[in-house]
């Protein structure tokens, strides 16, 4: 590094980040973007966090923990992968694939020029795993969620979707076929007991405001390779944070477990809320309202297999099934020989034997795939991320912690992740918004001229303004 460098990293002020999650990620290049001297710590030796990469110990292949997309409607996500440079490895697939038990294929896409929420009439009007009946009550669903607009559903913060689907004479049978594969992705958790708020958010920021927030984009490298050019100088893998250093009622700092002691104007915790908490003296947790309730926040795992056959059985690039037990198939490869299957809020399958489930996902591969018939399995590696998100169920956001310190709390320490108080649940949108939050705070608190990171949301389209959408 230069000497003018040097100079004008110690002329500003210093931050450092704890975690090299998306959160972390995210705050960490706010920061640096703005003149502060970050220093960003990660305890492994790639970035990333839950949607990171590993390496396969018998392939050697690199290989994503679990498959994770992004919609449309990510508008901050996107803002990073642009600060990242990578926006143009994510690749997007304007028409959703499902299939049934039996294979049969069906698919939702948009009606080019039309406006939200007109742009999937269509395609939802001819939607044929579903029938007459099963529309008409989805279409009555869909209006009642644009009547509510955003101020409605946050009334809904403690039902449990359950109930609110119970209200709108919603049939049974379109919670396999519709709410399932749409909800259970992307709060991670059972579709019933789940918030109504943050369920009928999905419906409104990818469906129902903008034409463009539907669109899935699925990353088109190992989720590691997206990060490889952080634009943050001081960046510190295979380092561990042993000790937060505390002076009175301020944070001064971290010693590592080198016995390194790096000091700051301010410091970001941007682990998982579990790793927080054994960071913090009990007294001054207790003076901090953010540590009262973590520990009542509920985590939920995700399952993610890794699947090679010995021929193509793919061609499509994913598939929503509408049974499971994997809910979600993609295509890892060019060939369709390499699959990803994923089950969220799985927590029946922690513990359980991996040989076994391997043969009940091979078994449900050849079953929905024409191509996987007579095709034999060679490998197949599972993951489970015990504690992959935070469990939406209502009133989880009295759980949620702010990202700055209150009044009477640990004056210059931050929180940053997707379980603090972003207006989104556990998804790679909700912790780059935490991060950036985390940002904004710090900024303001130490006198920067640009205090705002948080990228706003899309602006819902006329037609859904007129339905009700503000």
């Known amino acids: ?114 406006a939200a929420p007109m742009h999937l009439g269509w395609s939802f009007a001819t939607f044929s795993a579903l029938t007459l009946k099963e529309r008409f009550a989805y279409s009555r669903a869909m209006i009642a969620m644009l009547r509510l607009g955003k101020a409605g559903r946050k009334k809904l913060a403690d039902m449990p979707f359950g109930h609110w689907l119970d209200r709108h004479k919603q049939p049974a049978s379109l919670l396999p ?87 700051a104007d301010a410091v970001v915790l941007a682990t998982n809320h579990h790793a927080v908490q054994k960071w913090l003296p009990d007294e001054l947790a207790k003076q901090d309202k953010r540590f009262s309730r973590l520990a009542d926040i509920e985590a939920v795992p995700i399952l993610g297999v890794h699947l090679w056959f010995d021929r193509p059985v793919m061609t499509d690039s994913h598939a929503a099934l509408i049974t499971g037990p994997l809910q979600w198939l993609f295509r890892k490869d060019a060939e369709g020989k390499s699959l990803h299957g994923v089950i969220s809020a799985a927590r029946e399958w922690v513990g359980k034997d991996k040989d076994e489930c391997l043969k009940l996902f091979e078994a449900q591969v050849r079953s929905v795939l024409p191509g996987a018939h007579d095709a034999k399995l060679e490998r197949g590696v599972i993951v489970i991320e015990k504690r992959a998100t935070f469990s939406p169920r209502p009133g989880i956001d009295h759980l949620r912690p702010q ?17 603090t108080l972003t207006g989104w649940p556990a998804t790679m949108e909700g912790a780059v918004r935490g991060g950036y939050f985390a940002a904004e705070a710090i900024a303001k608190a130490l006198g920067s001229s640009n205090t705002k990171f948080v990228i706003p949301d899309l602006v819902p389209q006329l037609p859904a303004r007129l339905m009700g959408l503000k």
């Not at 990171?52 to 992968?81: I, K, M």
């Not at 999905?202 to 490298?221: I, K, N, S, T």
């Not at 990202?403 to 379980?419: C, K, M, S, V």
């Open 403 to 419: 990202q700055a310190p209150p009044e009477g709390g640990i004056r210059n320490l931050y929180l940053a992740g997707d379980y």
């Open 1 to 114: 590094m230069s000497d003018l460098a040097d100079k004008t990293v110690e002329a500003g002020k210093r931050v450092i980040v704890v975690g090299g999650g998306l959160a972390g990620m995210a705050c960490a290049v706010a920061l640096e973007s703005s003149g502060f001297a970050v220093t960003l710590l990660e305890s492994r030796k790639s970035l990333g966090g839950r949607a990171g990469s590993f390496d396969d110990p018998q392939s050697g292949e690199e290989l994503d923990n679990c498959q994770h997309v992004l919609l449309g409607c990510c508008t901050n996500l996107l803002n990073l992968y642009d600060r990242l440079g990578v926006r143009d490895r994510i690749r997007w697939e304007k028409a959703i694939y499902f299939r049934d038990e039996k294979g049969k294929r069906y698919s939702l896409s948009a009606t080019p020029g039309l």
């Open 177 to 263: 076929k519709m709410y399932e594969p749409v909800l259970v992705g992307a709060l991670n958790e059972n579709v019933r007991i789940a918030s109504a708020e943050y369920a009928i958010e999905v419906f409104q920021d990818a469906m129902l405001a903008h034409a463009d927030g539907y669109m899935m984009g699925v990353p088109g490298c190992p989720l590691s390779q997206l990060y490889g050019k952080l634009p943050v100088k001081d960046v510190r893998l295979s380092t561990r944070v042993a000790e937060v250093l505390f002076e009175g009622d301020s944070v001064i700092g971290v010693k590592l477990a080198d016995g390194e002691e790096l000091r």
